[in-house]
Structures are given as C-alpha cells and as structure tokens.
C-alpha cells in the first residue's frame, strides 16, 4: 500500500491527511494490525491503485479491498484533541505542528527555503511552499509556541516524540540556529524526546549546541545516494555533497550517540538497489541509522508523475538492510525520537523485526 497508495471510497475518512508541506504529504495515517502507517492517498498512483479502501462502519472500521477481494480490516487513528485549542493570538494549534502516525508531533520550523525559491534549484519532489500558500501553517514558529502546542499534544493525545524539521535559511548553519531555540522551548514546557533535522552546517560545533539545547536525535537527509541522482532531483541541495555529509555524520554521532543520527533515504528517484545499500553499509558502520523510504510522488511538484517504486523493489532493500542493522545492534525500537522511530512512513521495522525473529 505504501508503494501504490489506496482509494478511499467516502473522501471525509482523509479529511486529515496530510497535503503539502515538509515530510509525509498527500498521505493518511492508517492503523493495520495495530500499527500505524502513512499511506498515499492524493497522489496520482494512488489514484489508479489497485487497493480500495471502503466506507467507515460506525466504529471506525474499514475494509481494504485489492481488485475487489478484502484483504482485512483497518481503522482510522482519530483526530487529535490538541487541534481544536489556539493560541492567545489565534493561531490553531494544528498550525504549529500536527500529528504523524499515531504519537508523534511534527513540525516545520521555517515554513520557506533558499532552495525553494527557484525551479532550478529546489529539491523537485519538495511541497513545502504548499501548506504555506494554502494557509495551512504559519511560516516561523516561535520556541513560545511549539512548547505550548508539545504540551498540550503530550497532555491530550498521548504525544510520545516530536520531530522538528526546517526549510534551509540563507546562513551557514543551514537551519541549525532556529532548531536548537526551537528544541529549547519545547524542553523548557514539557519533557518530550525531540529529533531536529536540517543539512550538514558547516561547523561541526552545530551539533554539540542543539543537543545542548535539547535535541536528543539528529536526521540528515540524504533521500538520494549517488551524486548523478542528486545533481538530477535537487539541483541545489546536491551543493553540499555527499562526502560532506559524511564528515558530518562521523562529527554527529560522537554528540547524540550510535542510532541517534539518521537519514532519510528516498527509494525510486533514481538510484540502483544496490547503490542504496551500499550506502546504508557505510551509514551503518558509523552509527547512522539509513531510515529507507519508498519515494511518494506529490501532487503539484515536478515530481508528480514521476512512478512510484514497485513493491519487490522496496523489498529487495528493507531485507538486506534490516539484517544489516539488527547485526550492527541498530534498531528502530532503540531510536529516541523520530522518523526512524516512528517507522510509519517504512516498513523497515517491520522488517526488522522479522529478522530479529
């Protein structure tokens, strides 16, 4: 389902879903078995997929169909309390930050980028801009009021991390300044495990101030591996090149520790199975957790069209990896906070887990 999103028969039951913006978009939060996962749902594979997912019965269940057969049954995780609540000037909560998978808050700090700004620079699979145009979020979110929107997820809806993510600033610390303030106010309202997520800056000393100021794990974001790839699907990103990357991996992992430094990887733009793995074989060999994700194509980027990978793509790299990790003593359940924690977007855990077993 990830791979080929789902149909959704009564268009309410994605009346949360996520459209736009940084992270998981044109997404819906669906709970299979017990666990959550993110699936497309207003892509354009999603629209032809072969998975229906029915009318919701009054409890909330639904049947997945695929070409007609049911396959199960799945539930919609409900709407979160904290989204009703504003703030002393107005803003809905849901403004701030909003809820991925099932206990995790999320948030752009700085709803623009440098990167963003022109077509031959932006990362082209990238809706940040969107959200923001829409009016479905506010450009910069105070420390003031990520706290205040932390404290009330955690205390209504059982909100067990938060991910902090940026647009890239104009500045050398591509977004390290306003993480690390950001990290700091929602620590100073409630005691939530936070990871922050921007490009490598260029000093090193970057990491050491964010985790200082609350950060308990770091994402770094590849999403593609080979440099070819890069220059192709985000021109202006691919600047700081892979190989600084890794510097700052090997800098960062020293500050949060082994399994707290990630990166995200997007499976489908381009690269071959084995030039992701090889990749995650030296991420791994540093203590950098390779969270491996199939590539979502989202509506109005250039992107959009672009296929979704097929799912015996997926597996032929979430199987070698997840026995690349579980032998490395790299696990999923052991992150403190994160996409890599959450795990809703991958069924990398999944896979872990099985190869744990």
């Known amino acids: 389902m990830q791979s080929f999103g789902a149909r959704l028969v009564d268009p309410k039951a994605g009346a949360d879903s996520r459209r736009g913006g940084a992270g998981p978009s044109d997404h819906k939060a669906i709970t299979i078995d017990g666990m959550t996962v993110m699936v497309p749902v207003h892509t ?40 009703g609540l504003t703030t002393a000037d107005g803003i809905p909560y849901s403004k701030i930050a909003v809820l991925h998978g099932r206990d995790v808050l999320a948030t752009t700090v700085l709803q623009t980028c440098i990167r963003y700004q022109s077509r031959t620079k932006t990362c082209q699979f990238c809706a940040i801009g969107q959200s923001l145009a829409a009016g479905r979020t506010i450009e910069r979110k105070t420390p003031a009021q990520l706290g205040e929107v932390a404290k009330a ?40 495990p936070i990871q922050v997520q921007c490009e490598p800056p260029d000093d090193d000393a970057w990491f050491a101030r964010m985790h200082e100021a609350g950060a308990d794990a770091l994402g770094m974001h590849l999403e593609a591996v080979s440099e070819s790839v890069r220059r192709r699907i985000m021109p202006g990103k691919a600047q700081v090149s892979v190989k600084r990357y890794f510097e700052a991996f090997e800098a960062a992992v020293p500050v949060f520790g082994r399994g707290q430094v990630s990166s995200y990887i997007l499976a489908g733009l381009g690269d071959t199975a084995e030039e992701i793995l090889a990749v995650c074989e030296r991420l791994v060999a540093i203590g950098v957790y390779p969270f491996v994700v199939p590539f979502v194509p989202i509506s109005g980027t250039p992107l959009e069209s672009h296929p979704a990978p097929k799912p015996d793509f997926i597996h032929g790299i979430l199987g070698p990896l997840s026995r690349m990790l579980v032998s490395s003593g790299l696990k999923a359940v052991d992150v403190k906070a994160g996409c890599a924690k959450c795990g809703a977007c991958s069924a990398l855990s999944t896979y872990e887990r099985s190869a744990v077993a």
């Open 44 to 83: 354009a594979p999603a629209f032809e997929s072969p998975y229906l997912v029915e009318q919701p019965d009054e409890f909330g269940r639904s049947r997945v169909l695929r070409d007609g057969l049911p396959l199960g049954e799945i539930s919609f995780p409900p709407r979160p309390k904290f989204y």
């Open 153 to 192: 997820a955690v205390e209504l809806d059982g909100v067990r991390h938060m991910v902090m993510t940026t647009g890239t600033p104009a500045g050398s610390d591509r977004g390290a300044a306003i993480l690390a303030e950001s990290a700091a106010g929602v620590k100073a309202a409630v005691d939530l």
